[in-house]
């Protein structure tokens, strides 16, 4: 699932029609809520919260989560007085007001959806290449189109995989008899197959 919305919590109508205004993609759109829980369970970017218009049970549970998943790929920014703590300092942006924020906000929305982005490729890859090293060492010799085709990737793609994998320790070589790949002595360090010798 991408995160592509914002989510917004005591902003006045003109303030939404705003982040409206800057969102950074098409796709992009925006949950307004009036309960923090939705903030917490929903996946976004972008949270933009007004503290001034939260009771201070709300504030501590969002500050709670925060601090509990450190460190979190969404921009969380924090409008009124508001203590943050220590170690969500630099985690956190804080601006006086939404007029105090509206200066870079623009820049803070194309950030914040850049790095989600950049999230999501890493994760991505880091699933690819854990499925690739599954496939291998669950059916040795399996072949560079098999895999193309189980994961819907070119061959030179899987290859990269591949050498990711390797590079990474794991002793997969290809066979040129059976022309697929294996994992020698179809151990896996991964796996933790080495730690049960």
């Keep these: 699932m991408h995160a592509k919305q914002i989510g917004i919590y005591g902003l006045r109508n003109e303030e939404i029609s705003c982040v409206k205004k800057y969102l950074p993609q098409k796709e992009c759109n925006i949950m307004v809520t009036d309960d923090v829980t939705n903030i917490i369970a929903v996946s976004e970017f972008a949270v933009i919260v007004n503290a001034d218009t939260m009771n201070p049970q709300d504030i501590d549970m969002l ?20 203590q943050i703590p220590s170690k969500l300092k630099n985690q956190i942006l804080v601006y006086e007001n939404f007029e105090s924020l509206k200066q870079d906000l ?6 914040a959806y850049r ?12 699933a690819n290449a854990i499925l ?42 290809y066979d040129s008899i ?20």
């Excluded at 500050?63 to 979190?72: A, G, K, N, R, V």
């Excluded at 623009?106 to 950030?111: E, P």
């Excluded at 020698?184 to 360090?189: E, F, L, P, V």
């Design 178 to 197: 059976h022309k697929g790949w294996y994992l020698q002595d179809g151990k896996s360090i991964l796996w933790g197959d080495l730690d049960e010798e």
């Design 106 to 111: 623009k820049y803070i929305l194309l950030s």
């Design 132 to 173: 690739i090293l599954s496939v291998i060492r669950r059916k040795p010799y399996v072949t560079s189109r098999e895999l193309a085709e189980k994961l819907g990737l070119s061959l030179r793609s899987i290859q990269r995989y591949i050498n990711t994998i390797q590079a990474t320790g794991e002793w997969i070589e």
């Design 63 to 82: 500050l709670e989560y925060y601090e509990d998943i450190i460190p979190f790929s969404e921009t969380v920014i924090f409008l009124g007085t508001i």
């Design 115 to 126: 790095t989600q982005k950049k999230t999501e490729t890493f994760s991505a890859t880091l």
